[in-house]
């Protein structure tokens, strides 16, 4: 444990870019807990991050990874014990907090979830924050109501990490699946995941109207901007559209018609910060009766050094499915 592999990231006069250095954990954020990591995963916030692109460190340098599971290695808090399996998302890891990019990760006790029986650190990992938000927008439509019997759900960037398990996690809980995206090679892709339907993103009629034919009994949407939009616009009566992401753009041009005249719910999903009580109650249903049945098939495994290539994949738009890093 003397030294170990870490993706640390840098400010150099306002050029940020990170490498895989050689860390030790005196140099490491302070924390209750030490975790021995054994994966960590790709999302699009860490692309963000470590090439600079948005603005999301706090400080710099720092170690990559909003994601991490493994097993602790030292713990200062009676609730966690050597040996114990654990993972942590979200909190300020990998954006104040050293990340998930490294051999050993330290963080407040606070943030660390027991690792939920049912899943492994790999597939802990292939879920991800990605995974747990799209299992957070899952539980909070049901909680508004939404059941298979109430018709179709759609969801929109459907190839990217939290759509790709969005999908499946809801063809696993036997919903009517309908999947949105711009990528024409990817239609099988969707349906080996669960989607009913896949519609090819350019060819939807939007309309300008208020209010369009209601389609949708609710919607897991990571596009934001005009998507968006269109479904407030389209959402069939009590239904809700849980809203995850803004690759498409942050603003949203709607009308107060479709919450007033249907009784739509827009339902918002903040994965950080998530309250530990709700968090640790996704992460079980994640490893039960919402986990994909095809985690291997969204999964692809890389190493700390295939990071620039995913993340240049991710901001490109081009990325389908998961990245799991092996940081072993």
Same mark, same amino acid.
């Given at each position: 444990m003397d030294t170990?592999?870490?993706?640390?990231?840098? /400010? #150099?006069? &306002?050029?940020i870019h990170g490498s895989i250095v050689n860390a030790t954990v005196a140099e490491l954020s302070a924390g209750d807990v030490l975790i021995?990591?054994?994966?960590?995963s790709v999302n699009y916030k860490d692309a963000l991050a470590a090439t600079g692109t948005g603005k999301i460190l706090r400080?710099?340098?720092?170690? &990559?990874?909003?994601d991490v599971a493994g097993v602790v290695a030292s713990s200062a808090a009676s609730r966690f014990r050597e040996g114990d399996e654990v993972l942590v998302t979200g909190y300020d890891l990998g954006v104040a907090n050293d990340g998930g990019y490294a051999g050993y990760v330290q963080v407040p006790a606070s943030w660390v979830v027991p690792m939920p029986r049912g899943l492994t650190a790999f597939e802990a990992m292939a879920l991800g924050t990605a995974g747990f938000t799209a299992g $957070?927008?899952? *539980? +909070?439509?049901?909680? /508004?109501?939404? +059941?298979?019997? /109430?018709g179709t759900v759609v969801v929109t960037g459907s190839t990217g990490g939290v759509g790709s398990i969005a999908v499946a996690g809801l063809a696993r809980l036997g919903y009517d699946v309908a999947a949105i995206t711009g990528k024409e090679e990817a239609h099988e892709?969707?349906?080996?995941? &669960?989607? +009913? #339907? *896949?519609?090819s993103r350019g060819t939807l009629e939007m309309g300008t109207r208020p209010l369009e034919k209601a389609r949708w009994a609710g919607?897991?949407?990571? *596009?934001?901007?005009?998507? $968006?939009?269109? $479904?407030t616009r389209t959402t069939d009566a009590w239904g809700g559209i849980a809203s995850t992401g803004l690759t498409g753009g942050v603003e949203l041009h709607t009308t107060v018609m479709p919450f007033i005249l249907r009784g739509v719910s827009l339902i918002g999903i903040d994965s950080v910060s998530c309250p530990m009580e709700i968090r640790t109650e996704v992460w079980r249903r994640l490893a039960t009766d919402m986990k994909p049945n095809n985690l291997a098939v969204i999964a692809k495994e890389i190493a700390l050094d295939g990071l620039p290539d995913?993340?240049?994949?991710?901001?490109?738009?081009?990325?389908?499915?998961r990245f799991v890093v092996n940081v072993r």
């Open positions: 170990f592999r870490a993706f640390r990231i840098v /400010n #150099e006069d &306002g050029r021995k990591a054994s994966y960590s400080r710099f340098p720092l170690i &990559g990874g909003i $957070l927008a899952i *539980v +909070r439509l049901q909680q /508004n109501g939404l +059941r298979p019997q /109430n892709y969707l349906r080996q995941l &669960g989607a +009913r #339907e *896949v519609f919607a897991v949407d990571a *596009v934001g901007g005009d998507m $968006l939009a269109w $479904l995913a993340f240049a994949t991710l901001l490109a738009g081009k990325a389908r499915g």
